[in-house]
């Protein structure tokens, strides 16, 4: 979702669930397209009352109608889908792989994360930074549906540690008999009430420990259970997409005041983050490494300043500082002289 300042267009302005946490600004909803690589395909935009869940099966068919796309598998997050969209998914012969909400479905808590199993490990925990996050899976089949579980031991570590902090603030607070503390939602779940005061809820306490560094996926796909959670855990491509685009790329918020001008407003910015992605793909795979906003500071500084005498037209290019020649390298782009003539009027030659 995106803002605006303003009356937001004509029609495509609304007012909708605000993930930016402005309910008091009329917004539109963004879809961007990526493919495999996580290359920006296309775009789609709606009006900001649109719910993901009814954008998905529409935008799905075009797709398929607009690039000749025989097989689908929808990769979505825990609030995306609703069971109404998973039989309309499996009616229209679509694969999926879909997170799940763990506490609020009976049967993940009671069955899947009950079910005794031993995991498979996928990336070992690693003393390299730039390794991938410790990551163990097992499949569970409860009632026909396949179910993969999976185990993140760093996470789950910082869960723990995250909830002993909390539970520590709470039982000092409590001898304090301090009833504001319900207003809290990181204290109010571990609570219980009792007669006129409250206590620590240690089952409630135990239940949430079952949830340590875990995620719940559900698929109908043939993938093994390895795959489907790395097929899933690409979806940071998308969450990296549009906090650059909201970021990077400034494309929030948004002035102007008629559906077209939004419109190219969007669209440019969706030009500019396949620019930006090109680049990065050719520095990445030339091995040159940059942070973008340095990267384009440098650039920005590259400049031509044209001299013009009675008798020469010379051309003096500022000198290259910082990263910006590791992106004349990466597109090819061969580098001016420092000084060029472009005329010497005194020998006749242009």
């Known amino acids: 979702s995106i803002y605006f300042e303003g009356e937001g267009g004509q029609e495509i302005g609304a007012y909708g669930h605000s993930k930016d946490h402005r309910p008091d600004l ?42 000749a796309i025989g097989r689908v598998c929808i990769v979505a997050d825990r609030g995306m889908i609703s069971r109404e969209t998973i039989g309309e998914l499996e009616q229209g012969g679509a694969q999926y792989i879909l997170g799940v909400r763990m506490r609020r479905q009976k049967e993940i808590t009671e069955e899947v994360l009950s079910r005794a199993g031993r995991y498979e490990e996928v990336h070992p925990k690693s003393r390299d930074k730039k390794a991938p996050s410790p990551l163990k899976v097992k499949e569970i089949m409860h009632n026909s549906t396949r179910y993969i579980v999976c185990l993140n031991e760093d996470q789950a570590r910082k869960d723990a540690a995250d909830r002993e902090a909390i539970l520590a603030a709470l039982k000092d607070k409590l001898k304090q008999g301090d009833k504001s503390l319900v207003g809290n939602k990181g204290y109010r779940k571990y609570l219980k009430s009792v007669g006129s005061g409250f206590l620590i809820d240690e089952k409630k ?83 040159l490494k940059a942070e973008w906003a340095d990267l384009i500071n440098d650039l920005e500084d590259v400049k031509e300043i044209r001299i013009e005498t009675s008798s020469k037209t010379v051309l003096l290019r500022t000198e290259l500082r910082g990263e910006a020649g590791k992106a004349f390298q990466a597109t090819g782009v061969a580098v001016p002289p420092t000084a060029r003539i472009i005329t010497d009027k005194g020998n006749g030659t242009p």
């Not at 690589?37 to 009814?54: F, H, I, L, Q, Y």
């Not at 093994?224 to 959670?229: F, G």
């Not at 969450?239 to 077209?260: A, G, S, W």
């Open 26 to 67: 009329k917004q539109m909803v963004v879809a961007v397209i990526l493919d495999g690589r996580g290359m920006p395909v296309c775009s789609e935009m709606w009006p900001g009352n649109t719910a993901d869940v009814k954008t998905l099966l529409p935008v799905m068919e075009r797709l398929r109608r607009r690039f």
């Open 205 to 287: 306490v135990k239940e949430e420990s079952r949830y340590d560094g875990k995620w719940v996926l559900t698929t109908n796909t043939q993938m093994n259970a390895r795959e489907t959670a790395l097929q899933y855990k690409q979806l940071w491509m998308v969450e990296q997409v549009f906090r650059t685009m909201k970021t990077i790329l400034t494309t929030r918020p948004i002035y102007h005041k008629c559906d077209e001008t939004i419109r190219g407003h969007i669209f440019c910015s969706f030009l500019s983050l396949i620019l930006m992605k090109e680049l990065q793909n050719r520095m990445e795979a030339r091995g």
